[in-house]
């Protein structure tokens, strides 16, 4: 079984230029976990994950105003909080190597990339849905 019968597709992306929140919203939204970080021409640059963002959110015990808040965290975008070595795998992988990479890797997704774009995402979720049809009821 390989990586492009089983991942979710079409990958929802981001640009670096898109600030946190924005991102966390549109994750909240569509009910994801990372996001792949591509560039204008559909690279992947970088990904992020919803643990990233709120990483990169304030603390509770800041002493700046709502306003100050609101006004730096809008100038933290993706580029700044994203990690740039993403570890992908292509549509031809199998997926035994997918859940063999992220099990090792400790991540809960993986990129899946041809000629260097983002093509699709392979999550936990994926896999668990795999085991659940091998599985006998």
Request: glycine share 6%.
């Amino acid at each position: 079984m390989l990586i492009k019968d089983r991942m979710t597709k079409p990958p929802i992306t981001a640009p670096p230029e898109m600030p946190i929140q924005e991102a966390l919203k549109l994750m909240r939204e569509r009910g994801i976990r990372r996001l792949p970080v591509v560039d204008k021409k559909g690279k992947l640059i970088g990904i992020v994950s919803d643990r990233d963002l709120l990483h990169a959110s304030p603390s509770d015990a800041t002493s700046l105003s709502v306003w100050e808040l609101n006004y730096l965290i809008s100038k933290v975008t993706l580029k700044d909080v994203m990690t740039k070595n993403v570890i992908t795998v292509t549509p031809e992988t199998p997926v035994q190597e997918a859940a063999r990479i992220m099990a090792e890797k400790k991540i809960g997704g993986l990129p899946v990339v041809q000629s260097g774009k983002v093509i699709g995402v392979i999550t936990e979720t994926d896999l668990f849905r795999v085991l659940l049809e091998l599985l006998p009821d």
